[in-house]
């Protein structure tokens, strides 16, 4: 009897969820001192984000650069990324997402995981939990900790343009998807991410030198 199905002579394309690092921050209240090159386990911050975006699953890496880009790029070794230069950075962090989201939607992907470089406690459990929500182009998905929504964010693409309308200054895309929140997925990390950022001189110690174990409880990656 002949199958009423079409044989598929190749698999379906994996979708392109890309990872999104945002890490153009100048580090205002750390004193000037750029987050993307702060230590963290002997090597700088962006390069230890761009790692666990890929360990969870995101392929490319599209990573936003602003303050002293040179020297990120320089020490940082980001090989296999998109870099994309943000001339605004200073503006705050909707510039940043707009200069992303605009080269992510250059190269065709489907959705976008927004990590931020200044949470090194997200490790890449959590992203792969919440890239795992991805189901088409309208997909919005976010990690949640003890039920209060935090990142990585998984951003459809199908929500970019509207995303993009209104990041400016230091918002995101915070309103927007509050503005949604009955169509948002939210995936509970609590138990493998720390979402804390490094915003102060207090908050250096969350960072961990050379050669430092995993913290209990937390993703390696």
Known sequence: ????FPRLT???PRPAVAGLLLAAGGGRRLGGRPKALLGHRGRPLAEHAVRILREGGCDPVHVVLGAAAGRVRAEADLSGCVLVDNPGWAAGMGS??????ASLAAAGADAALVCLVDQPGVGAEAVARVRAAYRSRATLAAASYGGERG????LGADHWAAVAAGAADDRGARAYLRERASSLVLVECGDVADPCDIDTPADLGRLEGPGSPPRPGRPTG
């Open 151 to 154: 990142h990585p964010v998984l």
């Open 96 to 101: 940043s997402l707009r200069a992303g989201l």
């Open 10 to 12: 190749s698999p379906l």
């Open 1 to 4: 009897m002949t199958s009423p």
